[in-house]
């Protein structure tokens, strides 16, 4: 999202006073004044502000960023873990249903659980593995019908997303028929209270021969009606009988490279990250060695890969976004990939013994080769057949995930068997390894315990209140700099009520506080990253969404300005007086611009005599990105009201208000001036 740029309006007016001049109600603390040099302090990381796409949890792909509209479109879930419902009639907007779907170990299918599909005015459904499509996926729904207009419907995640009048929806599904009494089909979108129709087509079958499965399509037009509540509906239009049916499925036209949910991904385009890192974190791993993301078995046609439960979040996942799919996001996103690479650990078990953990090594090579591979390679080959012949980039990989055990065939001993294979093939991949994270003792870990081991960065994790993580602004100040370089991979403020935008302001210290470090800090990002607030599974996510809304948390916007803020490198600044809890200055030398950060995690207004060091001439005029809120630290946005708290923008000013700058209580406040003459 490119900044906000708010004119004449009540809000915007509202915050630039309360920037510039402030009510006299508001304690103002005595001015301290800033002095700015052009003098280099460290250069700051391209990475630096970088998100994780934890691929599924929260129902935040599969039934968020990847745009399939039906779960359980192969029949494959078998009622295992948390199945999607109809959307309540009485549920507000604002409000979710709950943290739910807790790590499991696997439950057993039911062959007759179809859920969440039901049958419809009549019509008897049931599973069946008699005959089937595909391979992996053995089973199908067999519809029974007696006459015309009985059929199968599904609530989509909670609904099914109608979220305008512009974009289409794409019908796919194999169908088998044993004799021609079905004739014609018509799937169709249908509003949950009053069943009007929004959307339907007719699919004649004419062309399916019987006893054979036959592809079948339709599109259907856009709604005539916006409405949150819909369901999808496969109805029988001709004819009566019995049939079976796989791969039931619906997109919306408008999704990106046919994968991807627009809105969501353009809130993701917003945060300028400099890498993803996915799949995960406890995804990757999952509470069994069966259940982790098995990298191999998401490969070639989607409507084949055999799915798995999702352990780590529990409910069930198709594996429509595998490997392919994350570099192709990450190509659509203009970022670099960061691949995580399982290493033998689940979680709550044990290591997978040393002497067979080769298999893990060379999963790694594999994974390099179908990225970067040549087509004339085995996994470049099948690259190359899933639609890529030009290698992707993938110069980064992750080789474990918040680890616990340090004894020398645990994570140090696994961590050397991948990583020297790696290196030995490919000298210059960069690889993460796992850092500090709660009170777990690192003793061991192979990055600071001899014989120490080459990690070109770690991964920190931090989830605190913001009081604490405002606090954490100068965690990296004593770092051990023999240390390996930072990426900061999880961190969170977590609010009462969820998503305040004190915790955002918590944040917003602590990441100044990376920035004053960047000559060990090189990369941060949020978690989780994407949360269907029906589905959610964690307590504080930075994209929240149903079927057809989204809204973000004030954290959102800390980390997309300072993003677009970041600078080439920081400059000393000298002090006087009661600085904010964490000031920091960056200079990008393509525009000539001057970045002023002062994030203000306090419940009083500050003062600021911004000065430029002897030599330097600046514009006579500024510009200014200011998150704040007339409600105060509590404020928090909602479905309902998403930009609740936004940023302002405000341009033009005089550059001689910077000698009595008023930052408001509760603000992350950014100017940016030109240099003119730097010295």
């Known amino acids: 999202i490119a900044r906000y740029s708010i004119n004449c309006t009540m809000r915007a007016c509202l915050a630039l006073c309360s920037c510039l001049l402030l009510s006299s109600s508001v304690s103002i603390n005595a001015q301290s004044s800033m002095t700015i040099s052009t003098d280099k302090k460290h250069d700051l990381s391209s990475l630096l502000y970088s998100i994780f796409f934890e691929t599924e949890i929260n129902f935040g792909c599969e039934g968020g960023l990847y745009a399939e509209l039906l779960p359980n479109r192969d029949f494959e879930t078998q009622g295992r873990g948390r199945i999607p419902t109809a959307p309540s009639l009485n549920e507000p907007l604002t409000s979710s249903s709950g943290i739910q779907g807790s790590a499991q170990l696997v439950p057993a299918p039911n062959g007759s659980d179809y859920r969440p599909w039901q049958p419809l005015n009549g019509a008897s459904i049931g599973l069946s593995t008699a005959t089937a499509p595909f391979r992996n996926n053995p089973h199908v729904l067999r519809l029974e019908t007696t006459q015309s207009g009985q059929g199968i419907s599904n609530p989509g995640y909670w609904g099914v997303g109608v979220r305008d009048q512009q974009a289409g929806y794409n019908f796919t599904a194999y169908i088998f028929r044993p004799d021609t009494s079905v004739v014609s089909l018509s799937p169709r ?62 997109f919306p036209t408008d999704a990106v490279a046919g994968l991807w949910r627009p809105d969501l991904l353009e809130l993701i385009k917003g945060l300028s990250p400099g890498f993803m890192r996915m799949p995960g974190g406890n995804y990757l791993e999952g509470n069994t060695f069966e259940t982790r993301w098995n990298w191999k078995k998401t490969l070639y046609e989607r409507q084949n890969r055999t799915g798995h439960y999702n352990t780590a979040w529990g409910y069930w996942v198709t594996d429509a976004v595998g490997l392919y799919e994350l570099l192709v996001l990450a190509d659509i996103l203009q970022t670099e990939p960061q691949l995580s690479i399982y290493t033998g650990y689940s979680m709550g078990q044990p290591y997978i013994p040393m002497n067979q953990s080769q298999q893990f090594a060379q999963d790694a090579l594999d994974l390099m080769e179908f990225a970067t591979g040549s087509p004339t390679t085995f996994y470049g ?17 992750e080789v474990g995930n918040e680890e616990r055990l340090f004894a020398p065939g645990d994570y140090p001993g696994h961590y050397q068997l991948i990583t020297s294979a790696l290196w030995e093939r490919y000298p210059n991949l960069q690889i993460v390894a796992s850092g500090r994270w709660g009170a777990v003792d690192i003793t061991g870990n192979p990055c600071i315990t001899a014989p120490v081991q080459r990690c070109d960065m770690w991964d920190d994790h931090m989830y605190e209140s913001p009081d604490e993580m405002a606090r954490r602004t100068t965690w990296y100040d004593d770092y051990n700099r023999s240390w390996p370089p930072v990426f900061v991979g999880e961190y969170a403020a977590a609010t009462e009520p969820t998503g305040a935008l004190q915790g955002g302001l918590g944040e917003a210290a602590f990441l100044l506080g990376l920035e004053t470090n960047a000559d060990v800090v090189k990369a941060s990002s949020f978690a989780p990253l994407l949360n269907h607030i029906a589905g959610n599974s ?13 809204f973000t948390l004030p954290s959102y916007y800390v980390q997309s300005l300072l993003a677009q803020s970041r600078g080439d490198y920081t400059v000393y600044v000298t002090l006087q007086g009661q600085p904010a809890q964490r000031t920091v200055t960056s200079y990008e030398a393509s525009s000539r611009l001057f970045h002023i950060k002062i994030a203000n995690y306090n419940n009083a207004s500050l003062t600021y005599n911004i000065q430029f060091a002897e030599g330097i001439t600046v514009a006579s005029s500024y510009s200014m990105d200011l998150l704040w809120s007339s409600q105060g630290p509590g404020a928090y946005n909602t479905l309902d009201n998403p930009t609740n708290v936004a940023p302002v923008a405000s341009h033009d000013l005089d550059t001689k208000t910077l000698s009595s700058l008023k930052v408001p209580e509760w603000s992350l406040c950014i100017v940016h001036i030109v240099c003119e003459s730097c010295s």
């Not at 057949?385 to 030009?390: A, F, K, L, N, S």
């Open 189 to 250: 979108l249908v509003a949950v209270q009053g069943n009007q129709v929004l959307t339907n087509a007719s699919i004649s079958l004419a062309d399916c021969q019987v006893s054979t499965w036959c592809f079948i399509s339709a599109n259907l037009p856009p709604a005539s009606t916006i409405v949150d509540l819909v369901r999808f509906e496969l109805l029988v239009d001709q004819g009566s009988g019995t049939v079976s049916l796989d791969h039931v499925s619906l």
């Open 381 to 397: 080959s099948v690259r190359a057949r899933m639609g890529q012949p030009t290698p992707f980039t993938l110069e980064r990989v």
């Open 538 to 550: 964690w307590h504080y996510n930075l994209i929240n969404f149903n079927s057809s809304h989204v």
